[in-house]
């Protein structure tokens, strides 16, 4: 048990993990400072209901760049599904959560869409998924042309439940699920065709099945994201998807998924967008202006990257010095 915990602390994800726990201190230092005492169940509550949406479109983006594409259209997914979920899951019973299913198997399938796109018709991921974006995002519009709708609260106890730490068992099976899939040979697949697809449809893996399949898990994904979006804010928004573009790449960046493909994990990714979602609280708490938010969150990746790139390069030079 400690080998396994040693090569998951120094594996790529080691630079996530070290962001987080830099990121989790810095929150604590200004909270107690500017409040005079230690955050309450309700604060670690707060942080985990808010963070969830992007978890989950963390870990979709970290499946499509391990095969080293990238997609755009997560944004405008998950502000399709945030439209469709405000709109239409209403009612009592297992009406709502029939509802729920309908929602992930359409972010799914508009997902399958931009996967047959990038491997079937072979055009380039981020002019795929650029033009999807769009395409999602009028969508959304249509459905919801204002923000507003509504989620039953009974959904809401079960997704994000404001005084049960629901959250936690939803996280820790998204990190489950990952820990699961890493381990398939569809896991092993997906980092075959990003480390080399070439080799990899040479030794039989059929990578443009994968590559759709890997996109149809980054659309369920975001679909995730917009429910629990819609049941931590209570209403809908047809802009609420365009933040995650950037946060959920910032995220892959931040947890150590090479953009080169075939290296990284998911886990890394999660734990940058969870520091990511913590330093908006710090800058809340340090009482910053609002408006310099963008500005912080990109600084903040820029240090990010370069330590990533940093420990890179030492890493490289040992393993040529040995």
């Keep these: ?7 998951l602390l ?10 987080l726990t830099a990121t989790a201190v810095t929150y604590l230092l200004v909270y107690t400072t500017n409040l005079g005492h230690l955050p309450t169940s309700f604060d670690y509550l707060s942080i985990l209901n808010t963070t969830l949406p992007l978890v989950f479109v963390a870990i979709g983006q970290s499946l499509v760049v391990i095969t080293g594409g990238i997609d755009l259209s997560v944004g405008g997914i998950v502000a399709f599904c945030v439209a469709v979920t405000a709109t239409r899951v209403h009612g009592s019973g297992l009406t709502p959560f029939a509802w729920l299913l309908a929602i992930l198997a359409l972010g799914t399938a508009c997902g399958a869409v931009n996967g047959v796109i ?15 974006l769009s395409i999602f995002s009028g969508l959304a519009l249509w459905v919801l042309p204002v923000p507003g709708g509504s989620i039953p609260s009974g959904v809401r106890m079960v997704l994000t439940n ?4 629901t959250g936690l ?48 898990l980054s659309g369920l994904c975001s679909a995730l994201a917009a429910v629990f979006y819609v049941s931590t804010t209570t209403a809908g928004d047809a802009n609420a998807g365009g933040p995650f573009i950037l946060t959920s790449i910032a995220s892959v960046v931040v ?10 994990s998911a886990l890394g990714a999660m734990a940058g967008a969870v520091a990511l979602t913590l330093v908006i609280d710090v800058i809340f708490f340090a009482g910053i202006d609002p408006l310099y938010q963008s500005l912080f969150q ?25």
Excluded: C, H, N, Q
Aim: zero cysteines.
């Design 1 to 7: 048990m400690p080998d396994r915990l040693r090569r």
């Design 10 to 19: 120094s594996g790529p994800a080691s630079l996530g993990y070290a962001v």
């Design 118 to 132: 990038v491997a079937r018709a072979r055009i380039a991921p981020i002019l795929t998924t650029l033009a999807t």
């Design 162 to 165: 404001p005084t049960v730490p």
């Design 169 to 216: 068992i939803w996280l820790s099976l998204a990190v489950l699920g990952w820990l699961v899939l890493r381990r398939t040979r569809f896991g092993m697949r997906v980092y075959a065709v990003g480390s080399d697809e070439t080799s990899a449809v040479a030794i039989g893996v059929p990578a443009a099945r994968i590559k759709i399949a890997v996109y149809a």
């Design 255 to 264: 947890g150590g998924v090479a953009f080169s493909g075939g290296r990284g």
């Design 298 to 322: 990109g600084l903040f990746l820029v240090v990010a990257v370069l330590l990533g790139t940093g420990a890179a390069l030492i890493a490289r030079a040992r393993r040529g010095a040995l």
